[in-house]
């Protein structure tokens, strides 16, 4: 399939440092791509450690000071122009990343639409920095605040988004004028490299973004403890993101986490349930059930339980499972195998207390060659209770459990009940009750009644284990710029 690409030149199974594809790790070790459709070996890639990532820093921190001086229009010109190849290369991106990480082509072209948004947002937000003049205290100074880039970036970035988790990064940080290390997700680093070699094209000088992957601990390792590298963005696990988080505060980094997320969805009695179904299928089933903000435990109102349960049952039904690449697939495969030992211990564990199969609940058996892929069953459970491992973990697979609720304070107390707080959604009809449960469930994005709420307009991010500062809108490019005040003496 990689031969079929309209442009195959976008396929780089290497590095890149200083403007240099690597194809080679200093230690000539690989690691292998996989299909999740159908376990296929895709790719073979350097898998580069400490030394590589150094040499990154090292480019990055070398044309920093050039890029940081280029008048900020033509950044953004460099990152519009990436933006056009992104969108004119679509088609081969959107293969490449189905290949790679198994989401359904219309799902990968959404995807490409919201990065090269992104892009597009901050090649807009690149000329509007300013600072600030201030009212001084005392008529013989005056007080100015100048706003600057923060220098090398280290961006380390998830496989359930394989191109807008970067996007979002490094467009805002190269608009800022800093300067970037990017390490994607070992299991989708093509739909990186095919972003790169675009970024290469729309005129970006060798060394502003540079490319390592291999050995994750390693790398980032070399970020955080880099006393080049002033910030780390990261989206991923809350495990990694702790870990990451430890050490840029040894070295008094700053980080942007987008950590975990256990999504509620609240149905309150006066909800469009119609609406309301759809919502809670579109997504709890993003991307398999893969994505930060997938909902995760659905909260229905007692006397509309029933109802909403049969939309939902029969909206699933209608799914169809399959490769990524065939047009009709509503669904692809998980992305490893330890997934799906995950969708499992949650569907068991729910069952064993007292959860109702209502549908799914096992793998799904796909002819060759999907049966070597990663196929679950999209699956709904009714009944669930709050013991259950699927009510307190993210299960980040196609699980539906459906509780119970009767007052709106339960509901909302329910909802809260959770260490993370990153997405939360609800329906109703009702303005009064609309903006107390707005402000009263402990999440960084709410959806009321709507589900797609992510675009690069609004700022994107978590409270509570959920993470640290927000990515996308017009808040978002603070996060790669310092504050400076001068202090001018009219002596
Ligand atoms: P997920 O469960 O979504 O894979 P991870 O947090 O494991 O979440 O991965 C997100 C990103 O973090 C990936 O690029 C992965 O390679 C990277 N990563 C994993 N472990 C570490 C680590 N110890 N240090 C730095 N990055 C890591």
Redesign the pocket.
Known sequence: VLAKLKDPTLVHTAGLIGGKWTEQSSDKSTFEVRNPATGAVIASMPRMRADETRAAIAAAHSVFPQWRDRPARERAAILRRWHDLIQEHKGDIATLMTLECGKPTAEALGEIASGAGSVDWFAGEAVRVCGDVLEPPLRDRRLLVLKQPLGVVGA?????FPMSMITRKVAPALAAGCTVVL?????TPLTACALAELAERAGLPDGVLNLV?GD??????E??SSDTVRKIG????????R??AAGAGQGVKRVSLE?GGNAPIIVFADADLELAAKGVVASALRNAG?T?ICANRIFVHDSVYDKLSDLVVSLVRKLKLGDGLEAGTSMGPL?TAQAMEKVTGHVADAVAKGGKLLVGGTRAELPAPLSGGNFFAPTVIGEATIDMRCFKEET?GPLIPLFRFGADEEAVLLANTTEYGLAAYFYTRDLARAWRVAEELEFGMIGLNEVAITNEVAPFGGIKASGLGREQSKYGISEFLDTKYVCMGLG
Do not use: Y
């Not at 380390?156 to 359930?160: H, K």
């Not at 390490?183 to 299991?187: C, G, Y």
């Not at 994750?216 to 390792?221: C, K, L, V």
């Open positions: 380390i970035t998830p496989w359930n390490k994607p997700a070992e299991l992957m994750a601990p390693a790398i980032g390792h970020l955080v990261f989206t991923g696990s809350t495990a990694v993101g870990l990451l950590l893969q930060c992305i980040f």
